[in-house]
C-alpha cells in the first residue's frame, strides 16, 4: 500500500512529539504494517485516508493507537543476558553493603514495554534469597505506551515469549500456565509496578533510584532529545546510583551528566560535580525531613 511522503512527514511528526522518537525514511517502510491492523478495525480503506481523519481530528482515540502502533515494543526476559551478569557482579554486591542499613533498593526499568526487563529483574533477586531476604526490593517499570503498560500489568506471556530468554526451570518456578499463557506468580508481581510515563517528562522519583535500566529505548532520539532523556535519567538517580543502556549504546558524545564505570563494562554512574550539588540536595532533604 503507497503512503505519499506528506501522509508519512505527519505521521512522523505525530511520533515525534509525542515520544521523541523519529522515523528516519530508512524506518519509514514500518509504517504499513505497523498501521494495518488499525485500518483493518476501523474499516479505512488507506493510509492517506487515515491521515486526513488524524489531521481533521474526528477521532481522538486514534492518534494515541497510531503512535503506539509506530513504537518499536521488541522485548524479551533477560534480554542480551550480560548486563543482568553485570548487574549481580558489579552493582548489587556494591549496593548490598551501602544500602545494608536500610535494607531496601529502588530500580527503574524505563521504556520497559510489555514487562519482561522488569519482572527478569525481579527473578534476579528472588533467585538470591539468602542474600535478598528481610529486604525491600521496588522494581518500577514504566513506558510512554499504554497497551504495553496494560500488558505489562497482566503479567501473562505466551509460551513463545516464555521460551524467548527464560530456561524451562525458570519458566516452572516463576510462572503458573492459565488458560491464556504463562502468567507470573503473585509474589513477583507484587515487587514490580507499572506506570505510563514519557521519559522526556520529569522523572517518576527524582534522585531516588540506585538502579536505571534505559535499554533500547533512545536510539531513535535526536541528539537534542538523547541529551534531554539522560539528564531526566541523571537527575532520578541516588548520587551513587547505577545507569545501564542497551548493547551497542551509549552515553559518550550524549551527555556531561553521565560517564562510564571504570570498575564496569555497560555501566554508568551520575557524573562527579553533578554528585556535589546532588548530594548537597539530598542532605538538605534529609535535614528537612529530621
Ligand atoms: C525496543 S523497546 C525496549 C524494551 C526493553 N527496555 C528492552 O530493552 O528489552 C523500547 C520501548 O521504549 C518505549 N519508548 C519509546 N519512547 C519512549 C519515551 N519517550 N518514554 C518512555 N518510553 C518510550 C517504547 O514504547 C518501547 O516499549
Given at each position: ?8 512527514r ?16 530508512s524506518r ?24 486526513t ?30 548486563p543482568?551478569?553485570v ?6 554486591p ?8 536500610k535494607?531496601r ?5 524505563a ?8 519482572y ?5 533477586f ?8 528481610g ?11 499504554g497497551?504495553?503498560i496494560d ?31 504463562w ?8 515487587s ?24 533500547n ?16 535519567i541523571?537527575?532520578?538517580m ?53
Amino acid at each position: 500500500m503507497q503512503i505519499s511522503d506528506s501522509s508519512s512527514r505527519i505521521l512522523a511528526g505525530l511520533l515525534e512529539a509525542r515520544t521523541g522518537q523519529q522515523l528516519t525514511m530508512s524506518r519509514r517502510w514500518r509504517i504499513e504494517t505497523a498501521l494495518s491492523s488499525i485500518l483493518r478495525e476501523r474499516g479505512i480503506g488507506t493510509l492517506d485516508e487515515l491521515i486526513t481523519i488524524l489531521v481533521m481530528g474526528k477521532d481522538p482515540g486514534l492518534s494515541n493507537l497510531v503512535v503506539e502502533a509506530l513504537l518499536n515494543n521488541e522485548t524479551y526476559f533477560f534480554r542480551d543476558r550480560t548486563p543482568f551478569d553485570v548487574l549481580q557482579r558489579h552493582a548489587l554486591p556494591a549496593l548490598a553493603v551501602k544500602r545494608a542499613a536500610k535494607k531496601r533498593l529502588r530500580i527503574w526499568s524505563a521504556g520497559c514495554s510489555t514487562g519482561q526487563e522488569a519482572y527478569s529483574l525481579a527473578m534476579l533477586f528472588a533467585e538470591q534469597p539468602d542474600q535478598w531476604n528481610g529486604w525491600t526490593i521496588d522494581i518500577l517499570g514504566t513506558d510512554v505506551s499504554g497497551s504495553v503498560i496494560d500488558r505489562a500489568r497482566n503479567a501473562t506471556y505466551s509460551q513463545f515469549e516464555v521460551q524467548r530468554g527464560l530456561a524451562i526451570t525458570q519458566t516452572i518456578r516463576w510462572f503458573e500456565e492459565t488458560a491464556d499463557g504463562w502468567r507470573v506468580v503473585e509474589p513477583l508481581r507484587k515487587s514490580v509496578r507499572f506506570h505510563v510515563h514519557n521519559l522526556l517528562e520529569l522523572p517518576p522519583g527524582p534522585g531516588s533510584f540506585d538502579i536505571v535500566l534505559c535499554r533500547n529505548v533512545l536510539l531513535y532520539l535526536s541528539p537534542e532529545k538523547k541529551a534531554l532523556a539522560f539528564e531526566r535519567i541523571a537527575s532520578s538517580m541516588a548520587v551513587d546510583g547505577y545507569f545501564m543502556l542497551g548493547a551497542g549504546e551509549t552515553v559518550i558524545g550524549q551527555t556531561k551528566k553521565l560517564h562510564a564505570d571504570g570498575k564496569a563494562r555497560g555501566l554508568y554512574r551520575v557524573d562527579n560535580r553533578d554528585k556535589s550539588d546532588r548530594r548537597a540536595g539530598d542532605e538538605r532533604r534529609s535535614a528537612s525531613r529530621a
